[in-house]
Each structure stands twice: as C-alpha cells, then as structure tokens.
C-alpha cells in the first residue's frame, strides 16, 4: 500500500522514461507502517537507485508517515529463471521441424555486464540491452546502439550474448558482423542455397545480433536480404540488436526502407566516459590486471586518457610491463614515458568545454558573458544549447562540469544534448551547423 502510494506520486514527479526505466522495475518486499525494504533487479540499479532516487522515495514516505522513513535497497533474489523453450524461441517445435542451432562469433569471456563500468555516458545503451538480454520488453523489441571506436559496443553486445546463454541457453541466437552475413549470403547464393539461409535468420531466430552495420554502406543485395529479415524478426517480436560506429542517418549508400528499419526501436549513442566513469574503468581494470596504481596516477590517466577505453586498457598493459621490467611498483615516471606514446593527448587535452564555449562565442558572435547569462532568448539559448552538445560530444566533461560553465545545472545540459540531437535528425539548418563547427573543433 505505501509503495503503490510513492509509486503513483512518483510518476507524477519523474519523466514517463525516468519512470519506466528506474521504479517501473523495483518491487517492494516487505512494508510496515513506517519501513520499506524494495528490491533491485541487480547490483547496478541498486546504486543507481540509492544515488538518484532514494532521497526522494523517503521524502515521499515522510509524507505519509509519522516517523522519519526508513527505505533499505536490496538487490532481488529473485534471479530470472532460465527460460523455457516457449520464452526462448516464441513458437512450440514440432518433432520433425528444423532445429535451426544459433551460430555464435568467438566471445571475449571478460564482456559481461559486470565487467562493464556505467556512468552517464552509457547508461541507457547498457540498461537497454540488459533489458533485451532478459527480454523485458521496457524498451522495445529492437535497438540500435552507435558510438566511436573503443567506447563498449561489443563489450555491450557479447554481454547480451553472455547472459542469455546463461539464463536462455535454447534461445536460438545469431550474433555475427554485418561483413559476416554478407559473406554467408553470397556463399549462398553461390551454392543455390539462398531460401536455407534466409530460413536460418526469418524462422530460425529468436534474438538477432549484428555488429557494425556501417559497413553495409553501397552494399544493396545484403541490405535487401537484411531488410527482410529485420522486417519480420521485429513485426513478430523477436529481438534484435544492431551496432554502428557512424549514426544511422550519417551512413552513406543506405536504402532509405533499411535505414528506417534499422533505427525503427530504440536508438542510443555511447557517449565517451566523463572524468568518474574514467576513473572507475581505470581502478577496475588496474585491479583486475594486479596493477597496483596510487590514486594519483589513477586521475593522471583519468585526466590524460579522454575516448577509446581501448588506450586505457593499452596503457594499463604498458605500466605494468614497464613496472614488472624495472621491478619495482609503477611511478610516476613510469606512467608518463607511457602516455607518451600515445601521441595526440595533447590535441586531446586542449579540447575543454572553456575552448567551446569561447569558439561557439565567436562563430555566432555572442558574448561569453550573454552565454552565461540567463537570457532565454532563441539568438542566445540556441548557441548555447549547441555549446554544451558539443563539450558532451567532444570532451569526456560531466554534466555538472559543462553546466557550470553555463551557470545551468546538469539538467539543463542532458535536455539541451536532447534538444540539439533531436534537431539534427529533424532540421538540415542545425546538422549543417553543427557539420561546420565540428570541423572547426577538430582543427
Ligand atoms: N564501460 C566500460 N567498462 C569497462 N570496459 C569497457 C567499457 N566500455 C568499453 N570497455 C572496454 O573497452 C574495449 C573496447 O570496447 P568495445 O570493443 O566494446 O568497443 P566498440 O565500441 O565495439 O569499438 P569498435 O567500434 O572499435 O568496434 C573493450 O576491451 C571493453 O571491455
């Protein structure tokens, strides 16, 4: 009773997708009259939930209670049961009826949800398919997932992978590359065995994983057939996951039915790390590795290392070899004749949200000062919304970081990065913009 009271006065307070996506999923456990005990699905949503949500939960219960509130957050013990054969696959088999295996690229053992660091930066991509992985269907059948190189596409996708052949195993799965379908499909057709293939992937598929469509771009015979298969894998709901390293819109060469099929579910861009996911994914890995790094390494690489988790992981290799050559624990010496290495840090460091802003100021020719004011005149708000989409884009800043350089708080920075994203799919005047001052940063 008193969580279904907090729950409706919290849909009330929070976004539909807020809602959805953070409380929708709690369940209470046990209440009183004065105590809540409510249940996570897992360890992530628990710290999610303690951190954002908590404190309004109980001050909603202080509402309805007399004494002060008391909430405990426990993750559920409830596990997902592995799932039958009716969950996995959605239809019955007939005995006599094709057995259609799922054929599996090589996996990296280490690409688990658990071993995958979330901050804002990723947070929907890693919510979204821990959902497809379970085949809660929150967040629709399908979702497209884009980032640059190195930020957790596959790491994301192998998880999904991973946990359904735990708690699933006779879920018939594909997970390949889009090269990789490619070449199957014309291995197929020179054999003659087109309608086997097309049958494997329509009728034989319960969860469709296909990394990095990109590379379909002017391939028009593997759109074609991928089309179809999308097209009913989505209409009779199975789940389906797509990676990309550009945005579905930015792909040249894509039929215009492909591409709005594609990005027809959910679509969601892993942003680089901010500054505390870095620093997390370091420590992580550093610990994983047996690396012991002092704190003050740990942020001088947090500060150095901005993008591709890639050249954290290689970093972490180089110290470590370099510590175990000098035998002695890493310093640091150690740590900056690594970083050297890794050449354009510099040209890295030099992109902060102050050059944004001081840039963003010159193209439009508004003063730093009318950037940060509270004026929310269109001439004045709109550069500044394009100001703080690009320190997101461009800079691993945090909200809150990119928020004070605007005098907003971190709200008004995820709505303008909603704002300006929106309006580069909707307005060619914005993409144009934001094309040419890309280009400007990246000079
Ligand atoms: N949030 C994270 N937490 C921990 N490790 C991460 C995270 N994101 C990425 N990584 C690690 O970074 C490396 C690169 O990630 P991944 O291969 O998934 O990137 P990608 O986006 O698929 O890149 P590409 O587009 O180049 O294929 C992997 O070793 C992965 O484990």
């Keep these: 009773m008193l969580w279904d009271t907090i729950k409706n006065s919290l849909s009330s307070s929070l976004s539909e997708s807020e809602y959805s996506l953070w409380i929708r999923p709690l369940s209470c456990v046990q209440e009183d009259d004065k105590t809540l005990q409510i249940a996570c699905p897992d360890r992530f949503f628990c710290a999610w939930v303690k951190e954002r949500y908590l404190g309004l939960i109980e001050s909603n219960l202080s509402k309805i209670i007399d004494s002060p509130p008391a909430v405990s957050l426990t993750v559920s ?43 804002e930066s990723n947070m929907l991509a890693r919510s979204a398919c821990n959902a497809i992985a379970a085949a809660d269907y929150t967040f629709g059948n399908n979702l497209f997932m884009t980032s640059g190189t190195g930020l957790g596409k596959s790491h994301l996708t192998q998880a999904v992978v991973h946990q359904v052949m735990h708690n699933a195993p006779r879920t018939r799965m594909h997970y390949l590359t889009a090269q990789q379908f490619s070449a199957e499909m014309v291995k197929s057709i020179r054999s ?30 593997t759109q074609e057939e991928l089309n179809n298969v999308l097209d009913y894998l989505i209409k009779s709901g199975k789940r389906v996951i797509m990676t990309s390293s550009i945005p579905a819109r930015d792909i040249k060469g894509l039929d215009e039915d492909f591409r709005s099929r594609m990005t027809s579910g959910l679509i969601t861009d892993i942003e680089a790390p901010e500054y505390k996911t870095r620093v997390s994914i370091i420590r992580h890995k550093a610990a994983h590795s047996n690396l012991n790094l002092a704190e003050e390494h740990v942020h001088y690489l947090a500060d150095q290392l901005q993008g591709d988790i890639r050249r954290i992981e290689s970093a972490l290799m180089g110290i470590k070899a370099k510590a175990s050559v000098y035998n002695a624990p890493p310093d640091m010496d150690i740590v900056r004749s690594v970083l050297e290495g890794f050449g354009n840090l510099q040209q890295q460091k030099q992109l902060n949200g102050r050059m944004i802003r001081d840039i963003i100021s010159s193209q439009y020719r508004i003063s730093v000062e009318d950037l940060t004011s509270r004026s929310r005149k269109r001439i004045v708000s709109f550069p500044r919304q394009i100001a703080m989409y690009l320190t997101r884009k461009y800079t691993g800043e945090s909200l809150a970081h990119i928020g004070n350089l605007y005098n907003r708080d971190h709200s008004t920075v995820m709505y303008a990065v909603k704002v300006i994203n929106r309006d580069i799919a909707q307005k060619n005047t914005v993409r144009q913009q934001v094309e040419i001052l890309k280009d400007k940063l990246q000079k």
């Design 77 to 119: 013990s409830h596990q997902p049961a592995p799932q039958q054969e009716k969950n996995g696959s959605g239809q019955l088999r007939l005995p006599g009826m094709d057995t259609f295996k799922s054929t599996i690229r090589s996996l990296h053992p280490a690409y688990t949800f658990d071993q995958f660091l979330v901050g």
């Design 192 to 221: 003659n065995s087109m309608q086997q293939f097309s049958n494997r992937f329509i009728h034989g598929c319960d969860l469709l994983l296909v990394e990095d469509v990109h590379t379909l771009a002017g391939k028009t015979k």
